[in-house]
């Protein structure tokens, strides 16, 4: 990653309510394996408890996310992190940022915050030791005063974690 930038939050768009409505209410009705959305009276920020996998190097351990949607989603990915302290992984920096191609480059419209949340705990489940990435200090230093992880220029070099 080189570089941060603040970004403002705008109204949702109709589009962008609708389809936050409609993921709400099928996630009420059929939750993902491992993960509790925390009722709040936000509909643009959800936070999400995340329970780590049985059998994994986070088995039983409990974080948080929290999902800002902006104004034109499912057309612009959410921005996704973990609510400090986040977990050790070599893709999840200490200020919860998360280098997940997924939430930035690789989005589609056809992702919703249930397949993020799944690709999430996924990454978490395969990582075969709890680090911070390489360049953890430098990069949480950069992005100090709130800046969004989606104005980073991320690198997606390794799928192997």
Not at 40 to 50: F, H, M, R, Y
Not at 73 to 78: Q, S
Not at 106 to 132: D, E, F, H
């Amino acid at each position: 990653m080189t570089s941060c930038s603040s970004s403002s939050r705008k109204a949702l768009s109709k589009i962008a309510s609708n389809r936050i409505q409609k993921e709400l209410s099928e996630w009420q009705v059929n939750p993902p394996t491992g993960f509790k959305h925390k009722v709040t009276d936000n509909l643009q920020k959800w936070v999400i408890e995340v329970i780590g996998a049985p059998g994994t190097l986070y088995a039983n351990e409990t974080y948080q996310l929290q999902v800002d949607f902006p104004e034109h989603y499912p057309m612009e990915a959410p921005q996704v992190i973990f609510v400090p302290p986040a977990p050790l992984h070599p893709h999840i920096y200490s200020n919860g940022h998360i280098c997940l191609d997924i939430l930035y480059d690789s989005w589609s419209p056809a992702m919703t915050v249930s397949s993020v949340c799944i690709s999430i705990l996924s990454m978490l489940s395969s990582s075969p030791n709890k680090k911070r990435p390489i360049d953890n200090d430098i990069y949480v230093k950069k992005c100090k005063n709130g800046r969004s992880p989606k104005e980073t220029r991320w690198w997606f070099h390794d799928d192997k974690v």
